[in-house]
Each structure stands twice: as structure tokens, then as C-alpha cells.
């Protein structure tokens, strides 16, 4: 059930005002990082290798072996990834309307770690109160002396970019990012060489972190690695922010200690999602960003744990729950993923810019009723073609996961509802309500 | 030249003079031209390839990759309706065919009158707040049929003019402060010298306002 442990990233959003300097300061803001700065940056690296955190936006790699593996040289950049997009994902859009300073705060201490100069926030385009609120908070601490010239008096200087993406959720790709950043479209790098670390921005070393990884720093930096890697069980350290959404009925964000907690607690205890509306039964959920093959009510009692998780043939991804209850339809479900990833594909690999087209098409066949028996193995042949073999992590034939991420999506509902995909067949048309309007 | 009104302009070279290079100005400036006229015009495209050092042609081929940059006209506002899964299973589509109907366009169309474009975004990471949408991306949300009618006519009315500039117009807060710090990529060379000492290994195999009842409102 719900933990003890304490909130991290969103202890000040209970505020009306969180966004605000004056909130921020008198919340302990900033404290994080004069800390920081009165340690060496080797120490606060160290602090954070001690806290265990993973990266929070959705490959889950720890964040201080990622700052070690950037290459020697003069100039390092540290860009934050804002450009959340993966769909049923709203944690860092939340993290930067509702508390800014404190994304700031924790871009700051990342570049005193790294030794970064010049630093970037690199936020979605749609998030135009967003940017709103980040351009004030970073005008905010330059006034303040948290950024710009000798930091706080110290010998630490850093200037810091507010950078408005233009909708594209290929960009949310760290090379694709930086294309992006660098004026132009966002095509994935090929990895090797363009490996961030080694050749990222302008072609030097540079660190991309996301959004709810910085806003962790000013805690970890004030409170010890330590205490925060009490937190959690084994990797899964720390709080985590957790979006729940679809047929719940309560679908929100809730903080929650990782691993301690269940997909159980979190789609049914009454302080989070309340249990399915209407009191259905839950059919199947998506447990980590629609990249991420669905679970079914037998996953319920596992942890919000990244190696379960991942052992059991899913990932905790981007840290955001979609609920279906027993009236949704699986190929409805499957067809609109498939859908999102054919319009989203940059178009550089082929078996994503034309695999995904055919998996939409053949999907919203069966939908409409105009499926053939045979169309299932034609779509898992299309699947396998993007991700041969169909395993778990996925096979790549592209520049970046997003074409692998397209099987990923769909093929577990594929087999688990096999039956009802042909039943779409059998009876010409598909078998379901069409999805009913949440009324306000 | 000079498409910009003056007061851009400086606007416009005082955000190329962030980056450490002038190109990384282009996506920022693509927008504040679409700030000005509502789209991105051919002679935006034009001033925005002079301010970052490029063609035109480079300016276009960036700026067409982007849901955001629109290179033909749109009405004042423009409704992003999500349809992507969690607002699909918030009834998303039965909203969508409720706006066309409402309208009198399809899809990526826009009205007679030049007030209303209609789209159907991908997850604009409003979840909580399904069905969601944004006009001139600004949040809305959850909207059903009737709440769609009503926020048409709070913009028709004028209603909503302080949440929702004219299309285009982006980010309104200015930045102010430094600016003149040293920010070219040669300038920032070993500035800060104390933190060069790292062994690091490379190169990486590294991959790499909630209105929903959520925690703040639960605990």
C-alpha cells in the first residue's frame, strides 16, 4: 500500500503558487544547490552514483554511470530533455508548470557535476505555459545569482537555454534531440558513433538528462544519496511520478516509493485510482508508455519495480499507466498506437516509415469489419519485419527504438486477444461499444 | 528583408546570440515569426535563413519535419483535439466528430470566417485531464460535446483572450537576463576550469495545472 516515503519531486505542488520564486525560497529552494557547490563536483557525482538514480524518462539508465561516460574535453553541454511525448505520459509537463525553479535547480547542480558551461532545457513546443513559466524561473535565477557569472559567489558559472521544441515526438530521441536543437529536423543519429557522451551537440561531449531527473538532484544533494537509495528496493531507487490514465476513476499523477508499491495499489486503492469506473473488471493496462507491451490482471500484484517489470516481458518505460476495462476493444486500442507511430515516424528507415503504415492499415481493417483470418499473420509478418523474431527486448532493424517499439506495442494484445481479433473477422464488425464520452 | 517589425527583430537577434551557434536559432525564430502573422510566411522563412546563417530552402526543410510550423494560413485559433489512446478511451472521437459537425470542416480544415482550424493531435500529455484539448496550445480539458460548444463560443466571444493569444504567438515571457554572458562556443572554453578533472570511460554503450483528483489534492 502507500508507503511512508517521502515526496520529492512534488512536495510543493499542494501550492497554488509553486511555480513561483517566492514559493521556491521559502520551500528550501536553492538550498540544494549551495550545498553543491561547497562540495566538489566529484563529490556530488558521488552522491548521486549513492542514490542509485535511474533516469527517469523511460530507458531507466542509472544517471550518474551516464555522466561517466562522457569523453574528456574542454567544452561538455548538458541539455535536459523536455520534450515529453510518449503517449499517456504528463509528469514532466506537470514538473515544469507547476514547480520550474526546481527543474532549474536541478539542471544547475547537473552542470557543476559535469563541469557544463552552457546548459539547455530543451522543452515541448506544446507546452506553451510551460515555457512560460521555465523562461520566468530561469530570468528569475539569474537575478537571484543562481545562474550566469561566479554562482552564488563561487567560481562556477553557467548559462542556461530555454529551448522551445516544435511537435514531433521522434525529438524525445536524445540524437534526435540534439538534431533538433542544432536547427534541424529531427532525424535519430546512427549509435555508434553518435553517442551523446562522446559526440552529442555541435559534435562535443554532451549529457541529456530528462526533466524528472533533474528535479530529483536538489533533494538527493540536500538529503544524501543515501537516503534516497533507502528508498525503493534493489535498482528501483527512490520515488518515482507515476501518470495514471483511461478507465479509472480517479486518473491522475501520484508519487509513489518504487517497488513497494503495486500496479494493484496504484489502478485500485481509494487515494489513487480508485478502481475501475463504472465497477468493471480491468481487461488489460499498459504499464510503462504505449511503447510497452500491455499487462494483463495477472501482473497486478507486481511492484512499480524496473527489473520486474522488465523480467516479466514489459517496462516501467516512462512511468505511465493506461487502464482499458473489460468494454474496450483491443484492436480499437492496438489500431490507435499503431496509428500514433506511422504519424510520428521520421521517416528515415524503411521498416518503420512503411511498417507502420501497413500495421494502421490492416488494424483499422479488421476495426471497420473488413478483416480477412489471414490478416493476423500478415500483421505479426509486418511486426516481424520491423523487430524480427518478436522478442522481448525487441530486435532493431532501425537508426532508433521507435520502430521497434511498434511490435512492442501491439503484439502482446495480438495473441492475448487472438479471439476477439478474429471475432472482428467472423462477425464483419466490431464487436464493441464505441468508447463512451467522459462527462465532466 | 526586414519582414520582422523592429521590435521582433531585436527580439529575434537577441535569442540567435544565446546559442553557441547561430543555427540553433531557427526552430525559436520559425516561432516567433508565427507569433507575428500567424504562420510562417515566405518571407519569415527568408529573414529567419539570414538571421541563422542558412538558406531558405533549409529554413522550409526543418520547418515542414514540424507539427507546430505551418507554412500556409490557419485560422485565429486552432483546436488540437488528442485523440491518442487515453483520450480515445475518454470518448475522444465522439468529441472529434462532434467538432467537425459543430465547425463545418474536416479535418485540418479551417471556417469561412478564418476563426477556427481543426486538428487531431497526438498525446499532449494531458492524461488526466481526457479528452484533452489545447487551442493555440493552450490546455483544455476534459472536454465532452457540450464542453466543446462552450469553449467555441468563449473564443468566438473574445472571452478567452488573455489565456489565448492568436495563433502563432508562443511563449510571451521574454528573456531578459543573460544575455551578455560569455555564450560563444569558443568563449566557454575551460571556463570553468575546477571540473576538468573527471577520468570518464568512452564512448558510452549507453541506450540511452493537474485538475485531475491526483496526490496534491488525495494526501
Known sequence: MLTQAPRIVTARLGYEDSHTLERYLATGGYEGLRKALSMTPEQVHEEVNAASLLGRGGA???????????????????VVNGDESEPATFKDHLLIERDPHQVVEG????????????????????????????????????????????????????????????????CGEETALLESLEGKRGFPRIKPPYFPAAIGL??????????????????????????????????????????????????????????????????????????????????????????????????????????????????????SVVVMDEQACAVRAAWRISRFFHRESCGQCTPCREGSGWIENILRRIEDGLGREEDLELLLDACDNIAPELTWPPKQTTICVLGPSIPSSIVSGIHRFRDEFLLHVKEGACPHPPDEVRHV | MGHL??????????????????????????????????????????????????????????????????????????????????????????????????????????????????????????CDRAVCVQV??????????????????????????????????????????????????????????????????GPAAAKPEASGPSQSEAS
Not at chain 1, 563541469?115 to 530543451?122: L, P, T
Not at chain 1, 531507487?237 to 517497488?259: C, I, K, Q
Not at chain 1, 494493484?264 to 468493471?280: F, N, Q, S, T, V
Not at chain 2, 464542453?147 to 510571451?172: K, S
Open chain 2, 5 to 126: 517589425s523592429p521590435e521582433l527583430r531585436s527580439r529575434a537577434e537577441r535569442m540567435v546570440a544565446l546559442y553557441p551557434e547561430r543555427r540553433s536559432a531557427l526552430i525559436p525564430l520559425c516561432h516567433l515569426a508565427q507569433g507575428q502573422d500567424g504562420y510562417l510566411t515566405e518571407e519569415a522563412m527568408e529573414e529567419v535563413a539570414e538571421l541563422c546563417g542558412v538558406s531558405p530552402a533549409e529554413v522550409r526543410g526543418t520547418a515542414s519535419f514540424y507539427d507546430m510550423l505551418h507554412t500556409e494560413p490557419v485560422g485565429r485559433y486552432v483546436f488540437a483535439i488528442c485523440t491518442n489512446i487515453a483520450c480515445m478511451l475518454a470518448g475522444a472521437y465522439e468529441v472529434l466528430d462532434h467538432a467537425t459537425e459543430r465547425l463545418g470542416i474536416h479535418l485540418g480544415q479551417t471556417t469561412e470566417d478564418g476563426l477556427f482550424t481543426l486538428e487531431e493531435a497526438e498525446c499532449l500529455a494531458g
Open chain 1, 202 to 319: 555541435y559534435g562535443e561531449p554532451t549529457i541529456v538528462n530528462n526533466i524528472e531527473t533533474m528535479s530529483n538532484l536538489p533533494w538527493i544533494v540536500s538529503n544524501g544519496g543515501a537516503a534516497f537509495s533507502a528508498l525503493g528496493q534493489g535498482s528501483s531507487a527512490g520515488t518515482r511520478l507515476f501518470a495514471l490514465s483511461g478507465h479509472v476513476r480517479r486518473p491522475g499523477w501520484y508519487e509513489l516509493e518504487m517497488s513497494k508499491v503495486t500496479f494493484r495499489d496504484l489502478i485500485y486503492a481509494e487515494m489513487l485510482g480508485g478502481g475501475i469506473r463504472h465497477g468493471r473488471e480491468l481487461k488489460a493496462f499498459i504499464p510503462g508508455g504505449v511503447s510497452a507491451p500491455w499487462f494483463f490482471p495477472e501482473h497486478l500484484d507486481m511492484g512499480l519495480d524496473q527489473e520486474a517489470v522488465g523480467k516479466a516481458g514489459s517496462m516501467l518505460g516512462s512511468g
Open chain 1, 107 to 170: 539542471t544547475i547542480i547537473a552542470a557543476y557535476a559535469i563541469g557544463a558551461a552552457q546548459a539547455f532545457i530543451f522543452c515541448r513546443g506544446e507546452f506553451a505555459l510551460g515555457l512560460e513559466r521555465l523562461t520566468q524561473a530561469v530570468n528569475e535565477a539569474y537575478e537571484h545569482g543562481a545562474l550566469g557569472e561566479s554562482i552564488f559567489g563561487s567560481q562556477f558559472s553557467l548559462d542556461l537555454v530555454v529551448h522551445p521544441g516544435a511537435g514531433a515526438y521522434i
Open chain 2, 136 to 201: 493555440n496550445h493552450r490546455f483544455f480539458g476534459p472536454i465532452d460535446e457540450e464542453g466543446f460548444d462552450q469553449l467555441a463560443d468563449d473564443l468566438a466571444a473574445g472571452r478567452l483572450d488573455e489565456t489565448v493569444p492568436p495563433h502563432g504567438v508562443l511563449n510571451r515571457v521574454v528573456r531578459k537576463v543573460g544575455l551578455e554572458a560569455s555564450r560563444r562556443k569558443d568563449s566557454t572554453i575551460s571556463r570553468n576550469p575546477q571540473s576538468a578533472g573527471d577520468p570518464p570511460v
Open chain 1, 60 to 78: 531507466g539508465f542509472p544517471a550518474g554511470r551516464k555522466w561517466s561516460m562522457r569523453r574528456p574535453a574542454p567544452t561538455t553541454y548538458l
